[in-house]
């Protein structure tokens, strides 16, 4: 079956830098836009990167443009979110999802599979 792990995660001080992976099983992933979401406590999902099947298109959203690069390696199967000057509002569970044939979606429902998201925390 279909799995994506994401790993990463952690605790950072304001300012610094972690890089997310996700790692995909059981699917053909060149086939599939990568999207990376994150939920904060009280918050809805929200749209963070996406990139398409060949890695040759990204959309970020605004908040993250300039801060944080999307990319992909379609021999290891692993989307990486690299992610520079964190802000404490980047606190959140991040979460990476496959869209079948999709060019990135921005909305949350044309993706079709999920993985089990990975805390990352910033501190002030």
């Known amino acids: 079956q279909v799995q994506l792990v994401e790993s990463g995660g952690g605790l950072v001080q304001a300012g610094g830098s972690l890089r997310l992976s996700c790692a995909a099983s059981?699917?053909?992933?060149?086939?599939?836009?990568m999207g990376w979401f994150r939920q904060a406590p009280g918050k809805e999902r929200e749209f963070v990167a996406a990139?398409?099947?060949?890695?040759?298109?990204?959309n970020y959203a605004d908040s993250v443009k300039g801060r944080f690069t999307l990319s992909r390696d379609n021999v290891k199967n692993t989307v990486y979110l690299q992610m520079n000057s964190l802000k404490p509002e980047d606190t959140a569970v991040y979460y990476c999802?496959?869209?079948?044939?999709?060019?990135?979606?921005?909305?949350?429902?044309?993706?079709?599979?999920w993985g089990q998201g990975t805390q990352v925390t910033v501190a002030s």
């Open positions: 999802a496959a869209e079948f044939r999709g060019s990135g979606s921005y909305y949350y429902r044309a993706y079709d599979f």
């Open positions: 059981g699917l053909t992933f060149s086939s599939y836009a």
């Open positions: 990139i398409s099947g060949s890695g040759g298109s990204t």
